[in-house]
């Protein structure tokens, strides 16, 4: 996607708050009160609003919200050939407090057939108008790392974990044929396990799982690259990666220095979409592995975590500070994250996020006119 204008140097993450119409009806739908289709009908009625919110906000690339999903991750997992959902012992840990208990489990080969998503996408398509509709999608390291890496595959389907890294990246690159074939010329991934290798803690907990983060970094890299291979010149692929975002916490600490080289420096998506929102993040010295004139970065500056709004003095002062790494060019702005990872939302209103996203409109408008 050639961003020439100011427009599209503001972008959107994906998720937005959930109304109280989504969540009623969800939970009219799980007390049997009434059907999918009737489900269907107010999710998609949300949907429309939420673009309009989008357009009128002065975005040109717009999302459904994910007002579908209750997870980023698990509802797209679930869709997926050979992936068993189960009620796990407990949720995931962040900063303070827990998902509730839900993870998922491999038992087949991999494989991506009819997923309900395609249809997702169709839909948002359809109302999009002159915006750019992107589809939104976990990165497969997210359900290597997420359902708990070899214990979590079945060893009678792959008793090799080889065989299973190459079933995952033809899973993804199924799905970018199958999403571009129903009309999605602009997909992301999204991707926490790339902040989690960053994170000294994090790196600690896998050695002592018996895996070796470095490593898992390579293997991550080459899945990436095989799931890419041969994708249409005129789908824009973006990696967005950050440190966990449930009910405005986190999980993950540290800079991407870890991981600069081989991520920025060899993945081969068009877009990084980074976390950029506090002292957890770290610097932009990273940045230097980005590639000159071959793809573009989108700083997320902007926090969703809380309300408060940024000074746009002190993000076009973070941008210049970038901008000494990485051509300005090659910038854009977005906030860090979703504003609701999860169904429950983070803790910030809805009239703050619409405050937020008109204020990345502004400063982009402002720097790349």
Same mark, same amino acid.
Request: charge should be negative.
């Given at each position: ?13 994906g998720?937005?708050?959930? !109304?109280?119409a ?12 009434i ?37 980023w991750?698990l509802?797209f ?8 959902p189960?009620? #796990? ?17 491999i038992n087949?080969?991999l ?6 998503m ?19 999608? !976990?990165?497969?390291s ?9 214990? +979590? ?5 792959? !008793? ?6 190459d ?9 970018i044929?199958?999403?571009?074939e ?16 960053? #994170? ?8 002592e799982?018996?895996?070796? !983060? ?6 991550y ?7 890419? +291979? ?7 692929v973006?990696?967005?990666v ?5 009910r405005?916490?986190?999980i ?13 420096g ?15 993040s770290?610097?932009f ?5 980005i ?9 997320g500056l ?7 709004l940024?000074?746009?003095a ?5 941008i210049?500070e ?9 910038l854009?702005l ?6 609701? #990872? ?21 400063i ?6």
């Amino acid at each position: 996607m050639q961003r020439n204008n100011a427009d599209l140097r503001a972008e959107v993450v994906g998720s937005f708050l959930r !109304p109280q119409a989504i969540k009623q009806a969800r939970e009219q739908f799980q007390q049997g009160q009434i059907d999918a289709v009737a489900l269907r009908r107010i999710e998609d009625q949300a949907i429309r609003e939420v673009v309009t919110q989008q357009r009128a906000c002065g975005l040109k690339v717009v999302t459904d919200g994910e007002f579908r999903r209750a997870w980023w991750h698990l509802d797209f997992f679930e869709g997926l050939d050979g992936v068993e959902p189960y009620e #796990s012992a407990h949720g995931i840990q962040f900063n303070g407090v827990q998902t509730k208990a839900r993870s998922i489990r491999i038992n087949g080969r991999l494989g991506f057939s009819q997923h309900p998503m395609l249809e997702d996408f169709r839909y948002l398509k359809s109302i999009s108008g002159d915006a750019v509709a992107k589809m939104t999608i !976990p990165s497969p390291s997210v359900l290597h790392f997420r359902a708990g890496g070899r214990k +979590a595959v079945d060893a009678g389907v792959y !008793p090799e974990m080889a065989a299973f890294f190459d079933d995952l990246a033809a899973t993804w690159r199924q799905a970018i044929t199958a999403f571009y074939e129903a009309g999605c010329r602009y997909l992301q991934l999204d991707d926490t396990v790339w902040a989690y290798l960053c #994170s000294e803690d994090q790196r600690r907990q896998l050695r002592e799982q018996g895996e070796d !983060p470095d490593a898992l970094a390579r293997t991550y890299a080459r899945v990436l690259n095989q799931a890419l +291979a041969g994708k249409p010149d005129d789908l824009t692929v973006g990696l967005h990666v950050c440190r966990g975002n449930f009910r405005s916490t986190w999980i993950s600490e540290g800079g991407y220095e870890p991981v600069a080289e081989i991520l920025f420096g060899g993945v081969n998506v068009d877009a990084f979409f980074l976390e950029y929102d506090n002292e957890r993040s770290g610097g932009f010295e990273p940045l230097r592995f980005i590639r000159p004139g071959k793809q573009q970065v989108v700083l997320g500056l902007i926090t969703t975590k809380t309300g408060e709004l940024e000074s746009t003095a002190a993000v076009k002062a973070r941008i210049a500070e970038a901008a000494r790494y990485v051509s300005l060019d090659q910038l854009c702005l977005s906030p860090q994250c979703g504003f609701a #990872s999860t169904e429950e939302g983070n803790n910030i209103s809805e009239a703050q996020q619409w405050d937020k996203l008109r204020l990345v409109v502004s400063i982009a408008h402002e720097l790349w006119k």
